[in-house]
């Protein structure tokens, strides 16, 4: 069992920069697959990015490449997520989720475990 709280989200202007952590429990964090997701009101949830289990290996969704920043710390049990020069379309709530892989998944499906979400705001 793994559990995961994400934190960091907020208000921020267009251009802006936040970053997101999720903490995970459980003492196999460093076996699993980790995403970040995103589903904004009326939207589906979608991808923004994964990082495999040893960090070696990342994805990144068309349209946060080059802005946004996955990494992970596995002696922390932490993910994080750099977001910087922020849109407005970005707005969303972020939701961490962790998955057995192999490789790293867009589909929701594939994650085991999820966080309840920060909303992050990006005003124009």
């Known amino acids: 069992q793994v559990q995961l709280v994400e934190s960091g989200g907020g208000l921020v202007q267009a251009g802006g920069s936040l970053r997101l952590s999720c903490a995970a429990s459980?003492?196999?964090?460093?076996?699993?697959?980790m995403g970040w997701f995103r589903q904004a009101p009326g939207k589906e949830r979608e991808i923004v990015t994964g990082?495999?289990?040893?960090?070696?290996?990342?994805y990144y969704a068309d349209s946060v490449k080059g802005r946004f920043t996955i990494s992970r710390d596995n002696a922390k049990n932490t993910v994080y997520l750099q977001m910087n020069s922020l849109k407005p379309e970005d707005t969303a709530v972020y939701y961490c989720?962790?998955?057995?892989?192999?490789?790293?998944?867009?589909?929701?499906?594939?994650?085991?475990?999820w966080g309840q979400g920060t909303q992050v705001t990006v005003s124009s």
């Open positions: 989720a962790a998955g057995r892989g192999p490789g790293i998944s867009a589909r929701p499906i594939r994650y085991d475990y």
């Open positions: 990082i495999n289990w040893s960090g070696g290996t990342t």
């Open positions: 459980g003492r196999t964090f460093s076996t699993y697959v």
